[in-house]
């Protein structure tokens, strides 16, 4: 990290980190970008429904990203930033921050972009973790297409069980919902289920079946062991929202069809949150964005931040013109 200060410090190098560095970068702001480098997607072989990109590999996309903010002058340092805060104002009354790393390094800047995801925490089922993103799955729009026809389990831990499976059932007509720690379905439920083909299996799964390192099905308390292909899981999306917090800002829970399904942080849709000059953007303020909808709130919210430092630059210069 060269630059002492600069106007932008980016919290986080994922889709929507990066892209806010490229915009801001073109509008000839000065960016730092601290990136852990632990994009949520890792797991996953390939990048779904980006335009333009579609079925490239995560670190692919990013690594163009890179070093297309960096042809603008981004700078982009690997590191995790332990905590901010807020500098008391200068003379001329410019707000600003700094941020600390874990290992120690810090440098202030006039905005902060934080773009630091979430982490998906998994049901505690044996196998899951090592499977995950691979055929232990969350997301229809992301993987539906790579299972399409194959036998898919959806494994109930909550109320949004039936609505995964009425949703995976538009991919294969061999979806199995394992009730596992969910709720009973409703009568109605019960009745959707039947009518779309969908089998229901009781009883908590207890284990993951897996040969020649591919998942083939799950055990259940009983011992029976039933094939599936792809296991569908409701992970709990909480916030990275520590770099926030130290700033002040609180998580809140996400609420979907009355079930938690994880914590944000609030922005406003500019991605401004409630401390001036601290924007947010992708995955820690909207737990459901994909990574072209992240790529492009990091851009919205690099036009907010440059907006706001162009009418302090002009502050500054009528206070200076003044004087
Ligand atoms: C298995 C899986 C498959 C997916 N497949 C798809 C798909 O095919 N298509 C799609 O559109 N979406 C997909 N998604 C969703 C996609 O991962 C997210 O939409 C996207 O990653 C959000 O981008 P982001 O920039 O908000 O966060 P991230 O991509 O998670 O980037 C956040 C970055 O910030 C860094 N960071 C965190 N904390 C700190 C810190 N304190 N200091 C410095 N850096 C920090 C992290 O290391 C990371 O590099 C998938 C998700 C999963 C879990």
């Known amino acids: 990290m060269q630059q002492q200060r600069c106007d932008v410090v980016v919290v986080g190098g994922g889709a929507a980190g990066l892209s806010g560095a490229l915009a801001l970068g073109r509008a000839r702001r ?21 335009l333009g990109r579609e079925s490239t ?3 692919e996309l990013l690594a163009i990203g890179r070093g297309e903010a960096a042809g603008y002058g981004a700078e ?7 905590s901010a805060e807020k500098l008391p104002e200068d003379g001329a009354g410019e707000p ?9 390094r810090s440098v202030e800047a ?9 982490v998906d925490e998994l049901p505690p089922v044996p196998g ?11 997301c229809p729009y992301c993987h539906g297409h790579e299972v399409a026809d194959r036998p898919i389990g959806v ?5 949004l069980a039936v609505h995964q499976a009425l949703m995976w059932r538009q991919w294969s007509d061999d979806v199995t919902l394992f009730l596992h720690t969910g709720p009973e379905p409703t009568e109605e439920e019960y009745e959707q289920l039947a009518a779309r083909g969908i089998a229901v299996v009781d009883g908590e799964v207890t284990d993951l079946e897996v040969a020649d390192d591919r998942f083939t099905g799950v055990t259940l308390a009983s011992g029976r062991v039933v094939p599936r292909e792809a296991l569908v899981v409701q992970a709990r999306f909480t916030a990275r929202s520590a770099v926030l917090e130290s700033l002040g800002l609180e998580p809140v829970a996400q609420e979907m069809a009355g079930a938690v399904i994880g914590t944000y942080i609030p922005t406003d849709p500019t991605g401004a949150t409630e401390v ?12 459901t964005e994909q990574v072209i909808g992240a790529a492009a709130a990091g851009l919205m919210a690099a036009g907010a931040v440059n907006g706001d430092l162009i009418m302090e630059d002009t502050r500054l210069a009528v206070a200076a013109r003044r004087a």
């Open 76 to 82: 982009i340092v690997e590191g995790r930033v332990a």
């Open 30 to 50: 000065s960016v730092l970008v601290i990136d852990a480098g632990e994009p949520r997607n890792a797991p996953a072989s390939h990048v779904h429904n980006y």
């Open 276 to 287: 001036p000059g601290v924007w947010a953007a992708g995955n820690v303020t909207r737990l």
């Open 110 to 118: 006039r905005r902060l972009l934080v773009t630091t995801g979430l």
């Open 155 to 159: 494994l109930a831990t909550g109320p």
């Open 128 to 138: 899951l973790a090592e499977r995950w993103g691979r055929e232990v799955l969350h």
């Open 96 to 104: 600003g921050f700094r941020v600390v790393t874990e290992d120690g």
């Open 57 to 59: 590999p995560p670190a």
